[in-house]
């Protein structure tokens, strides 16, 4: 029975955790994956072998790629803090036969490995250098004869520094507690035994320190775990210190004589209190939710990232940067943009930083408009400012793109023979290979043939300053682009900029526009109420909902300016109520036009 219910709760763990990382934070897991360049080619792996840890950073890659399909992905997640738990289990049954009644203990080292992946900066090298760790532990544990263990100490504790780096450390600590804990040998094979693991650990990390140029403190502590080279997440520290302090401690708990199941009810109650606590606290689903956007804009699904708004509006620079995008490329953002949150030109096309994120996403913009060789400089930079130095699958094939839209095949080939010894980006490689020099057939794409027309065929030099100059230059060259002519009037709507607004707005009358777009509408009767006392005249054809609602919005605001709360609920959808909302532009429609 209670081998059953061991079976069960380890089973159902590793099933919570399939739907976690399944269905709550799946994006969590194509972030890693499109940051991730994994080669089928012999030097790739020789070179992992270079330094500490490559082998476990080199079984975490083979794994990572597969989290292009999320569902595989979670499944890998939960198997691998499932072994976790397992071989927790095994250990303190190494330590004590009795810790069959503390078993639920073993689940929080997974726990901690849990909420250590959880952190977008944390690498699966990180879990599987630490249950490699840790099954090295199990198999010492497991040895009889003395003269095996002097072997195994000197022959595998050298080969496992090599293969997972710093965490060795784990099994270091594991095996002393063992042996001075458990293992009845004499006081002098313990010694032994310890002095050896000591010499072993020293003559490895010293000879690492001597041929490799890595920080010492790397070499110690470990190279690839996390994003940042530099920091060790506190998550992953506490996870080793407690599979250490665990199998020690377990020594000294007591069997249960009566009660299991209240024992039982007890360690449950807590270990899920303080797991689900340390989890939560570990995740992040602003994050989770830019990571979205994010994919969803590089995979072209403008409908689910508009769906996505409609129920929850998005209120992060990236988010609004993908939702424009996606209102743009299915002819909405005239429409709607101010159906949504908006937070300047910053939402729109913000400006250049020094990151591996950032850039990355605004580089979908800057593609989609046709500016080709500015969406190549912010992803070349997003893939070089990556802080664990590792190459991308989503950089290298948009720089293979953009090089194949700018004509110099060469080095769109160069990229697409990396992509070509990859598991699920071989087969778009191949197919693009067949586009090289192949004028007519890159003309003839539905998408590239596309772009091809719309990017600028001119040299000059780009103003991040001067977004809007950038947009016109790109409408000059081709006055069919409409995605480029709806962001060039965004931008002065968000800039707040009427007067460019009202220079541009001419330039779309042969856009194909059936009736003029919502924001636009908005925008041409706040002019003309400047300075006219009603709607008489108007050069525009402004639906009777928008002069409706514009003269209901100027009487109030003239009766209770400070009324934001009306406002906001009545028209906190309107361009009206982003002007407002930004204390910069105060109306001065006379009392004459709000009678009309």
């Not at 699966?124 to 532990?137: P, R, T």
């Not at 520094?161 to 094979?189: F, M, N, P, Q, R």
């Not at 992509?419 to 794409?445: P, Q, R």
């Not at 209901?552 to 002007?579: C, Q």
Request: charged residues 15%.
């Amino acid at each position: 029975m209670q081998n059953n219910i061991r079976a069960f709760l380890s089973i159902l763990f590793v099933g919570i955790a399939f739907l976690f990382w399944a269905i709550y934070y799946p994006f969590h897991l194509l972030y890693q994956e499109q940051y991730l360049l994994f080669l089928y080619i012999p030097s790739y792996f020789f070179d992992k072998l270079s330094y500490p840890g490559g082998v476990g950073e080199y079984i975490a890659e083979f794994l990572t790629q597969f989290y292009y399909y999320p569902y595989l992905g979670a499944l890998i997640v939960a198997l691998l803090l499932g072994g976790i738990q397992r071989l927790m289990y095994k250990i303190m049954l190494k330590m004590q036969k009795n810790s069959i009644d503390w078993y639920v203990l073993s689940f929080i080292p997974s726990l901690g490995a849990w909420a250590f992946l959880c952190d977008e900066n944390s690498l699966l090298a990180g879990i599987v250098s630490l249950l490699l760790s840790m099954g090295i532990s199990y198999g010492y544990m497991s040895l009889s004869r003395q003269w095996v263990k002097y072997v195994y100490v000197l022959g595998v504790f050298p080969l496992l520094y090599w293969c997972v780096g710093g965490v060795c450390i784990v099994t270091l600590c594991l095996i002393l507690a063992y042996e001075w804990l458990v293992d009845s040998i004499s006081i002098k094979h313990k010694s032994a035994i310890s002095l050896l693991m000591v010499i072993a650990w020293g003559i490895s990390v010293g000879y690492a320190i001597l041929h490799l140029q890595y920080p010492v403190s790397r070499l110690i502590t470990g190279i690839g775990y996390y994003r940042f080279p530099t920091l060790i997440p506190f998550s992953g520290v506490l996870t080793c210190v407690i599979v250490v302090l665990l199998a020690g401690g377990v020594a000294f708990l007591p069997q249960y004589q009566k009660y299991r199941s209240l024992y039982w009810s007890i360690q449950s109650i807590v270990v899920l209190t303080l797991g689900a606590g340390w989890i939560y606290s570990a995740t992040s689903m602003k994050k989770e939710r830019d990571m979205a956007y994010d994919y969803w804009a590089s995979t072209c699904q403008w409908q689910q990232i508009i769906q996505s708004a409609e129920q929850n509006n998005p209120d992060t620079p990236l988010s609004v940067v993908c939702l424009n995008l996606a209102l743009g490329k299915t002819g909405q953002l005239g429409e709607r943009m101010f159906q949504f949150f908006q937070n300047g030109t910053d939402g729109l096309i913000p400006d250049f930083v020094r990151d591996y994120t950032i850039p990355l996403t605004v580089n979908e913009v800057y593609f989609h408009l046709g500016m080709i060789n500015t969406s190549q400089r912010y992803v070349f930079e997003a893939m070089e400012a990556n802080p664990s130095y590792h190459k991308s699958t989503r950089c290298i094939r948009r720089l293979a793109e953009t090089n194949l839209l700018n004509g110099e095949y060469k080095v769109a080939a160069k990229y697409l023979n990396l992509l070509k010894h990859t598991l699920f980006y071989k087969k778009w490689a191949e197919e693009t290979e067949t586009y090289l020099y192949e004028e007519d057939k890159i003309n003839s794409h539905p998408e590239w043939g596309r772009l091809r027309k719309m990017r600028y065929t001119e040299d000059f030099l780009f103003s991040e300053n001067e977004k809007d100059m950038m947009l016109g230059l790109l409408l000059v060259h081709n006055k069919n682009n409409r995605l480029a002519f709806e962001y060039l009037l965004a931008y002065t709507l968000l800039n707040r900029d009427i007067a460019s607004f009202l220079k541009y707005y001419p330039i779309g009358k042969n856009m194909g526009y059936a009736v003029i777009p919502r924001s636009y509408q908005e925008a041409l009767v706040y002019v003309w109420t400047q300075s006219h006392p009603n709607f008489q005249g108007m050069p525009w054809s402004i639906s009777p909902v928008v002069m409706k609602e514009v003269t209901e919005f100027a009487t109030h605001y003239v009766r209770a300016p400070k009324d934001e709360a009306f406002f906001l609920n009545r028209f906190g959808k309107s361009y009206w109520w982003y002007l407002k909302s930004a204390t910069i532009i105060q109306y001065t429609i006379k009392g004459r036009f709000m009678s009309r």
